[in-house]
T-cell receptor, first 117, second 109 residues
């Protein structure tokens, strides 16, 4: 089975722009979770989608949003980029059988490294 | 306030040594995960625990729900074990996911 893929792998944007990141889960996985990793804050949970619905959400501002398509692929959007949004954005997929991706083994993608100038 | 605390932050060991990384958490959980992150960013899930003990090869993970504590043990450590090990918990309220700050392990040949 192919692993979790994320595109693009690297991205450079300027403050005020918006960005869309894509995540393709492992075939058969219905849950996709998004995470932000920075040197200062470490890994933080953004949100989780299951069957096209946001099921869980972390403590991020509304500038961070996402969606999931019927084939379980997911996109994450960040509007009005700030310098502090520079980070590695990781997605992870899981079967999602329980009410929360955290109760399934998570399979991580390689990440998208976003730099905001 | 950190919901998940890991210790030590950094660890250097000689090849062959027995290694223990500790994780304490303050929230009610539905599961605890141990993750491994190599330089370059890729993260691999090592274990998911909700009780007891699990073993994969040279790696052993234990959890004590009453004490809200988990340990990751590596027996006969090897240089390829050098990585950052991250403890994460899925809370049982609101299904939030909280991460520790990670333990950077270096195993010297």
């Amino acid at each position: 089975k192919a692993g979790v893929t994320q595109t693009p792998r690297y991205l450079i944007k300027t403050r005020g722009q918006q960005v869309t990141l894509s995540c393709s889960p492992i075939s058969g996985h219905r849950s996709v979770s998004w995470y932000q990793q920075t040197p200062g804050q470490g890994l933080q949970f953004l949100f989780e989608y299951f069957s096209e619905t946001q099921r869980n959400k972390g403590n991020f501002p509304g500038r961070f949003s996402g969606r999931q398509f019927s084939n379980s692929r997911s996109e994450m959007n960040v509007s009005t980029l700030e310098l502090g949004d520079s980070a590695l954005y990781l997605c992870a997929s899981s079967l999602g059988a329980y009410a929360g991706g955290g109760t399934d083994t998570q399979y991580f993608g390689p990440g998208t490294r976003l730099t905001v100038l | 306030k950190n919901e998940v605390e890991q210790s030590p932050q950094n660890l250097t060991a000689q090849e062959g040594e027995f290694i223990t990384i500790n994780c304490s958490y303050s929230v009610g959980i539905s599961a605890l995960h141990w993750l491994q992150q190599h330089p370059g960013g890729g993260i691999v899930s090592l274990f998911m625990l909700s009780s007891g003990k699990k073993k994969h090869g040279r790696l052993i993970a234990t959890i004590n729900i009453q004490e809200k504590h988990s340990s990751l043990h590596i027996t006969a450590s090897h240089p390829r074990d050098s990585a950052v090990y991250i403890c994460a918990v899925a809370s049982n309220t609101g299904n939030q996911f909280y991460f520790g700050t990670g333990t950077s392990l270096t195993v010297i040949p």
